[in-house]
């Protein structure tokens, strides 16, 4: 049993948790991070495909619904699935709030009410637009296509600082972590960030339940 008092303890260090731990340490809120998964860095990522899948993710890569029918992946460590995502930030448009909008009743969901908040954590990250002189072959195929077709196109923004591609590096191994701290996820971009202004992070630890009693939340699980 670990007894010790925080004003915040944060499950999973996601994009959410992430986040929202970066921003209650800076507070000067005493925070506790926790993670179920491994903590790795950008020179202690697994390299090849078989042990990053097998580490850095629920299940080992291999999750499916109940009824067998669907497969999906979620991360599983410090950063949690913006450590193995493509980690494409554009920002959503009036075609799909307007949707969400319709579907959920939100009325949040607009391009004009999400503006603010869009700005606020676009000036936290390094977002990037890959050349048009390093697009692939497979790229100009599909350009191709599109302006054939009359289709509009507009290349996608990544959350990217340094993929050195002046020198010929097209790694796409950020998929299971990125070596180079070039990919904007939660780890680079706030968590790191945040542990050097004294966040705590306890990974490998699965919070199971909470009990909630009159001055305290105390927060149940296995350190694995
Ligand atoms: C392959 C892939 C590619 C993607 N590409 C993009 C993209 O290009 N652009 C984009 O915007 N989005 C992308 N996404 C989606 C995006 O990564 C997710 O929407 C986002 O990370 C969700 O954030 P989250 O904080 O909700 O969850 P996560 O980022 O999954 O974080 C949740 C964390 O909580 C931890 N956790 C869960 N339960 C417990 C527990 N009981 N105890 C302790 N820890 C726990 C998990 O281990 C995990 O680390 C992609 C997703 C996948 C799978």
């Known amino acids: 049993m670990i007894e010790k008092f ?61 009824n067998g029918k ?4 979620r991360g599983k460590c410090v950063g949690g699935t913006t450590i193995v995502n493509q980690c494409l930030l554009d920002r959503f448009d009036e075609v799909a709030f307007s949707e969400w909008r319709l579907i959920s009743g939100i009325d949040f969901f607009s391009e004009n009410k999400m503006k603010k908040y869009y700005d606020k954590i676009e000036k936290k990250l390094v977002l990037q637009e890959i050349p048009e002189k390093f697009y692939n072959k497979n790229t100009k195929i599909f350009i191709e296509g599109c302006n054939k077709n009359s289709y509009g196109w507009a290349p996608l ?14 790694c796409i191994g950020c998929l299971g972590g990125c070596h180079r701290d070039s990919k904007q996820s939660t ?13 705590e992070i306890l990974s490998e630890f699965f919070v199971e339940d909470f009990e909630h009693f009159k001055d305290y939340v105390l927060v149940n699980g296995i350190k694995k």
């Open 6 to 66: 925080y004003d915040f303890i944060i499950v999973g260090s996601g994009a959410a948790g992430g986040v929202l731990a970066y921003n209650l340490n800076k507070s000067r809120a005493k925070v506790l991070l926790i993670e179920a998964g491994k903590f790795f860095r950008k020179d202690t990522f697994p390299r090849t495909e078989f042990e990053y899948t097998t580490q850095l993710f629920w299940g080992g890569g291999l999750e499916f619904d109940k």
């Open 70 to 73: 669907m497969a999906y992946l």
């Open 157 to 170: 923004r990544r959350g990217q600082s340094d993929c050195n591609l002046e020198n010929g590096n097209d």
């Open 187 to 199: 780890l680079v971009a706030f968590i790191q960030k945040a542990e050097k202004e004294n966040l």
